[in-house]
């Protein structure tokens, strides 16, 4: 299917942001493809990253979604690419995200419903987004390796991912043993992270400041659509938000809802910059926007297979 992108600007808090819009060229009145028109995705950058994404990947998602029948729009939030403004956290991002939805549904008037995808802090933004305000033309948001960093997630997942590899590594004993590694160096900052990672929260404790990673639950245990949660096999964040996820009384049994269909690439880094990874991350949201528009619900989290696996013979 053919596609038209349209550059515009539209406004935030003063500012002007700048946007891509994709959409179908020709689309018809009736069937999958109406229904696929309703339904626009929102993809929401994070930083520091503007619309294009890394590798492309923002562009190369926008249009092939754009050809399936999804129209699709990429923005720079205030501070980042084209957009006026100053640079802003990610925490700070729901004005922004707003904005382009109004700005994608004056554009697109026949979409009705709004994807939000995001990857790494964006998909952070995009939960935090729906906590603060559960906007119901949100149908359903895509998160690829979510941050959830904290002191203690990442040393406990050090601990558990880079220091047991290492002890494994035929370099590192060379290194050690050639006298080539600071020993009390690496041991001090071995017994930090274990001194961190043992520092867990327990579900009564209390909180002086409700952190991100806790709005981040209440969004996702709030929001009444459908999650997909792309993980990179590969990637230190992935890992990270796998561990904080399973270990945080906040996060208790979110990752497992019915309404969460999860996709694992084993050989997949942060940014999935080969274009296979890019393939699979397409596919796999193609497809979930595909079930949920013809009502389909998987009964739970995918993670019986690896998505990779399951398309090695394509």
């Known amino acids: ?161 880079y220091y047991g590899q290492r002890l494994l590594q035929g370099e590192f004993w060379r290194k050690l043993l050639s006298g080539r590694m600071e020993v009390m160096k690496a041991v001090a900052s071995l017994l930090d992270s274990a001194r961190l990672a043992r520092r867990s929260r327990t579900p009564g404790e209390a909180s002086e400041k409700r952190g991100f990673q806790d709005r981040m639950a209440a ?11 792309i993980l990179s096999g590969q990637d230190y964040t992935a890992k990270e938000f796998i561990e904080f996820s399973a270990a945080d009384p906040a996060w208790s049994g979110l990752a497992d809802a019915a309404k969460v269909r999860r996709v694992d690439i084993a050989d997949a880094d942060h940014t999935f910059s080969s274009r296979a990874q890019r393939a699979l991350v397409e596919d796999a949201t193609l497809a979930w926007l595909d079930k949920r528009l013809k009502g389909v619900v998987e009964a739970g989290p995918q993670t019986a297979r690896d998505f990779s696996d399951a398309h090695a013979d394509e």
């Open 219 to 229: 969004g996702w245990r709030e929001f009444p659509g459908e999650l997909l949660l």
């Open 1 to 161: 299917m053919n596609i038209v992108e349209q550059a515009l600007l539209f406004p935030c808090a003063g500012e002007d942001l700048s946007a891509i819009i994709a959409w179908p060229q020709a689309v018809q009145s009736a069937g999958a493809q109406a229904a696929a028109v309703s339904c626009g995705v929102l993809i929401v950058v994070g930083g520091p990253q503007y619309r294009v994404g890394s590798h492309r990947q923002f562009l190369l998602l926008s249009r092939r979604l754009a050809s399936a029948g999804y129209p699709t729009m990429r923005f720079d939030h205030r501070g980042m690419g084209d957009s006026g403004g100053s640079m802003r956290s990610f925490e700070d991002l729901s004005t922004d995200i707003a904005a382009a939805i109004e700005a994608f549904q004056r554009n697109c008037p026949t979409v009705q419903r709004i994807v939000l995808w995001g990857l790494c802090d964006a998909a952070s933004a995009a939960l935090l987004y729906v906590e603060s305000s559960h906007d119901r033309r949100i149908t359903g948001l895509a998160l690829l390796n979510p941050w959830v960093r904290s002191e203690v997630s990442l040393a406990q997942t050090h601990i558990k991912h």
